[in-house]
């Protein structure tokens, strides 16, 4: 995030112009030029501010919860007769509905 008292020096440090981009509009507010959107994005920024708002504890809980939750519903789906196709220590559950023996021959 950007804060500056002149609009006018953001223009000029993000001035970009390509015939793909969106022409300006007279009198209308161009963030596409008054923003880092053309620049290289800061992927990380949402895991830091998350670090930074709860910490690292909060974080490594919700993952345990995450986990948790994952292999619950695996077990649900098994006990509800559901086949699981996938085996990961992530909350990742894959399910197929079992095939009858029907439906094999």
């Given at each position: 995030m950007f804060f500056a008292r002149e609009a006018s020096i953001?223009?000029?440090t993000f001035s970009v112009s390509t015939s793909y981009m969106p022409q300006s509009v007279e009198g209308a507010v161009d963030f596409c030029m008054t923003s880092p959107q053309?620049?290289?994005p800061f992927r990380g920024l949402r895991l830091f501010l998350t670090l930074a708002?709860?910490?690292?504890i909060a974080y490594e809980q919700q993952i345990d919860r995450d986990v948790a939750l994952g292999q619950e519903?695996?077990?649900k789906l098994r006990e509800s007769g559901w086949k699981?196709?996938?085996t990961t220590p992530f909350p990742v559950v894959c399910f197929a509905?079992?095939?009858r023996e029907?439906?094999?021959?």
């Amino acid at each position: 995030m950007f804060f500056a008292r002149e609009a006018s020096i953001l223009k000029r440090t993000f001035s970009v112009s390509t015939s793909y981009m969106p022409q300006s509009v007279e009198g209308a507010v161009d963030f596409c030029m008054t923003s880092p959107q053309w620049s290289r994005p800061f992927r990380g920024l949402r895991l830091f501010l998350t670090l930074a708002a709860i910490g690292r504890i909060a974080y490594e809980q919700q993952i345990d919860r995450d986990v948790a939750l994952g292999q619950e519903l695996a077990q649900k789906l098994r006990e509800s007769g559901w086949k699981i196709v996938n085996t990961t220590p992530f909350p990742v559950v894959c399910f197929a509905w079992p095939e009858r023996e029907e439906d094999a021959s």
